[in-house]
């Protein structure tokens, strides 16, 4: 049983955290709902957390990053509680697997190599170190190992990032924007096809190639779709707050004037 005066002391730490963890999951004394969650059931908040924390750091807000960040380690001592009470680890290997990881891919830091490398030849290294892990796992395939988890267009770029490394790319970014224009046209034509299976494959294809162009551009798909989603937000905004002066709500204008508004959003913007 965990030591109530490690839970109820502010300044635990991290000890009282996995404390709280393992009276929350005890079997006679915690609590229902976290008894009963395992690994799959726990996942989904382990991503929205996840999210969170990019958010706040996106906003820039820092109190409510140390609040997102705290959230995030709670899921990390969540699985690994779950991981002890199974019998298969506990949050001491976490943390140790993850020292030996670090150590062994900073040769350069921890190790005899020499630390004045330039990024190209640390990065150089450093894909050599995780290939090395994923052939110890006997992941041989190219594309192992690429989680399936991961956001779409994150994956896609990380696919497309390993078959890169055996030459399977475009070496031009001019090439990538003419396969878009080609991708557009074939989903045009699934279109007027109006088979919905072939629609939603021409637009897959359109997204992973627009993923493509994110990489070759040296982008984050995510991030920028992420701040096109703020500035949607923030301009739309706009449009209710400049209808609201007249008393009316989005659905009592029209798209032409909501445009116009649109329009003045950006403008205010740029000023």
């Known amino acids: 049983m965990a030591d109530d005066a490690l839970i109820h002391d502010a300044d635990g730490g991290l000890p009282r955290l ?6 929350l999951r005890d079997p006679d004394s915690g609590c229902p709902w976290d008894i009963e969650q395992d690994f799959a059931s726990i996942a989904p908040y382990t991503i929205e957390e996840a999210y969170e924390v990019a958010d706040a750091i996106e906003r820039g807000n820092w109190d409510e990053l140390r609040g997102e960040l705290g959230d995030l380690l709670l899921q990390s001592v969540f699985h690994a509680q779950i991981a002890q009470d199974k019998g298969l680890f506990d ?15 900073h040769p350069h ?8 490398k330039t990024a190209e030849q640390q990065t150089r290294d450093w894909e050599a ?17 690429v989680a399936l988890g991961l956001p779409a267009l994150l994956r896609a770029v990380k696919l497309q990032k390993r078959a890169a490394r055996v030459g399977f790319d475009w070496p031009e970014t001019s090439q990538v924007l003419n396969k ?13 096809s109006g088979d919905p299976a072939h629609i939603e494959e021409e637009f897959g294809d359109l997204l992973f190639v627009m993923a493509n162009l994110a990489r070759h551009m040296k982008l984050c798909p995510e991030t920028a779709l992420r701040r096109a989603n703020a500035k949607f937000t923030r301009r739309f905004a706009y449009i209710e707050a400049r209808l ?3 008393g009316r709500r989005p659905e009592q204008s029209d798209l032409a004037e909501m445009d116009a508004l649109w329009t003045a959003a950006k403008a205010e913007e740029k000023r």
């Open 18 to 23: 996995i404390a709280i963890m393992a009276r």
């Open 91 to 105: 949050i001491a290997d976490v943390a140790n697997t993850i020292s030996d990881k670090m150590v062994a891919r």
């Open 109 to 116: 830091v921890f190790g005899e190599e020499n630390r004045h």
């Open 129 to 145: 170190v995780k290939a090395a892990e994923r052939a110890a796992r006997k992941e041989t395939g190219t594309l192992d190992g």
């Open 180 to 192: 878009i224009q080609e991708e557009i046209e074939e989903l045009h034509e699934a279109a007027e």
């Open 244 to 246: 609201a002066e007249d």
